[in-house]
């Protein structure tokens, strides 16, 4: 049997069918960031809103393959409404994770959790990160300003 | 066609059909025994060495040279040696270009080109303020003789085109081309990276000025290629590096350069790699460019066979001539299949294939290439096909 069944999961494929969160607004108190995997075109944008502390909402934008388009929808569904420390670390358990690093598993990562089997793709992991790495830069942004 | 398979090293150790020779060709073991040959028995420096183990290097690098002026019909001095296609089209770009494009000159670009041969210009001509002119491709995708003469015009003093694209494999007229450009006094810069490996190149009967391939796409080593270039325009070049070999006299104040082409290799140039791109010529010479011909149509012709016959599956340049098929499987992204094909030890490319221009011509996000060459054969296409048939099922099952 093809190792692709176990990763097109049902997760996977219901949120490539039907995107949480999916389009950008138009709104100035939105932090924005955009990543591009020149390689293969994958191109996702991703918008949060960050509010006292809280993630209060995010979308996305882009185009490219079903773990790159889908995850962005499972990270905008799974990190709404948490802290930003909390973001913070699921992000971080996350990225490790499908990197093959070891990870907090007291993190419960839920839906994002069905991304483990990318690890078995060396050459797609970029794919499962591109969404991530966009937010893991917001986070970063919205340090900065608090900083400010 | 006898099996080929034998003489690549890669196709004995693991089960793989390899569909990516666009990319980069497998390498054979006459080319590998080649390498082997000099960093075992003449392992030293070229040009500065007084000494027999440097005189065989200096001699075999020479050689090399001339293979390679040999297989295009050119001569010694007119080849140049560089880091690959990318780096000897921007040679042109960067020396002859800076030197001759004014402000209000006109470049002739094309969508089908390599991002290799058209950022060089476009970047070029935007610090010049020249103009980047796109010849429009035809329905198919095709550069045409008709659509090249809507575009020429007396402002034009560069065309650089590709002569086979590296996505749609379709060869371009560029004999007529060079020909209509000539009248206008333009130069014409051929990108041959994905003809050299497939066809006969005959410099003096293209007439175009300057040509450049890659040694990794034509079973040769990675990071050599070849600029070819006409001497008179090679006279009047500068050099784009300086240090050593590549100069006469060295004063305080000023110095004064080597003839082409030494004067365009400075420093310890890629000796191995150049030694082993002649014995890749020569390895292509053996088969003969006839039988590769004839090899890569059957391929290919076999292969838009059966792919038209699958429901679901897209190509975008059914007629090419040359062995690539530019193809996706409708509603799903390349990159999702290309993990299939993986699975199935199929190698080939899924992406953009460093032509955006192009991709965003077409209209998609991104595309599937398979390409072909020697050590492909009939079985391999088979496996491609079922492949694609089952990854076609997998998809449309899980809900793409």
């Not at chain 2, 090419?320 to 490319?349: K, M, Y």
Request: proline content about 3%; aromatic content about 10%; some cysteine.
């Amino acid at each position: 049997m093809h190792q692709l069944e176990t990763l097109y999961r049902q997760i996977i494929m219901d949120h490539y069918k039907n995107p949480r969160n999916k389009g950008l607004l138009d709104d100035d108190r939105y932090i924005k960031n955009h990543i591009k995997n020149p390689s293969c075109g994958d191109d996702i944008t991703i918008q949060t809103l960050i509010k006292s502390g809280e993630v209060k909402d995010i979308r996305h934008e882009g185009s490219g393959c079903s773990i790159c388009c889908s995850s962005a929808s499972v990270l905008s569904s799974l990190l709404k409404g948490k802290t930003v420390d909390e973001a913070q670390q699921v992000t971080k358990s996350y990225l490790n994770m499908i990197m093959k690093q070891p990870f907090d598993e007291s993190i419960d990562l839920e839906d994002a959790l069905a991304y483990q089997g990318v690890t078995k793709f060396p050459a797609r992991v970029k794919c499962a990160s591109i969404a991530w790495k966009a937010f893991e830069a917001t986070l970063k942004k919205a340090s900065e300003k608090t900083d400010e | 066609m006898q099996n080929r398979k034998k003489d690549f090293p890669i196709l004995n150790k693991q089960s793989l059909v390899y569909l990516d020779t666009a990319a980069s060709s497998l390498t054979p073991n006459a080319v590998i025994d080649k390498l082997n040959e000099y960093y075992n028995e003449y392992p030293v420096n070229v040009h500065r060495g007084v000494y027999k183990l440097s005189y065989r290097a200096t001699e075999a690098y020479q050689d090399a040279r001339q293979t390679i002026a040999d297989f295009i019909s050119a001569s010694f001095e007119e080849v140049i040696f560089t880091r690959g296609a990318s780096s000897a089209l921007n040679l042109v770009a960067l020396s002859y270009g800076e030197k001759v494009l004014k402000s209000g000159d006109e470049v002739i670009v094309s969508e089908l080109e390599h991002h290799s041969h058209v950022l060089p210009w476009q970047q070029l001509a935007k610090r010049k303020g020249a103009k980047l002119i796109y010849v429009p491709l035809s329905k198919a995708g095709r550069i045409t003789v008709d659509a090249f003469k809507q575009v020429l015009t007396d402002r034009t003093k560069i065309v650089a085109l590709t002569y086979v694209s590296n996505v749609m494999g379709y060869e371009t007229p560029i004999k007529e081309i060079t020909r209509l450009a000539h009248q206008k006094n333009a130069i014409v810069s051929v990108d041959a990276a994905q003809a050299a490996p497939h066809r006969a190149i005959d410099v003096n009967d293209l007439d175009c000025d300057f040509l450049a391939f890659s040694a990794h796409k034509m079973f040769g080593p990675t990071g050599v290629g070849v600029l070819y270039g006409k001497k008179r325009l090679l006279d009047i070049m500068d050099p784009l590096e300086f240090g050593g070999d590549m100069n006469d006299n060295v004063d305080k104040f000023d110095g004064d350069w080597k003839d082409t082409p030494y004067k365009f290799e400075t420093g310890t140039p890629p000796i191995a790699e150049a030694i082993g791109f002649a014995e890749a010529v020569r390895y292509i010479k053996k088969i003969g460019f006839k039988a590769i011909i004839a090899h890569e149509n059957t391929l290919r012709q076999k292969a838009v066979d059966a792919l038209s016959n699958i429901k679901g599956v897209t190509i975008y340049n059914p007629t090419a001539e040359t062995g690539i098929i530019n193809f996706n499987l409708d509603d799903v992204h390349p990159h999702d299949v290309v993990s299939f094909f993986d699975e199935d030890h199929i190698a080939l490319r899924a992406g953009h294939h460093c032509a955006q221009l192009l991709i965003k011509w077409l209209n998609v996000p991104a595309t599937l290439r398979a390409s072909f060459y020697v050590y492909n054969d009939e079985a391999d296409i088979d496996t491609f096909i079922d492949s694609v048939k089952r990854a076609r099922t997998f998809f449309s099952d899980i809900g793409f």
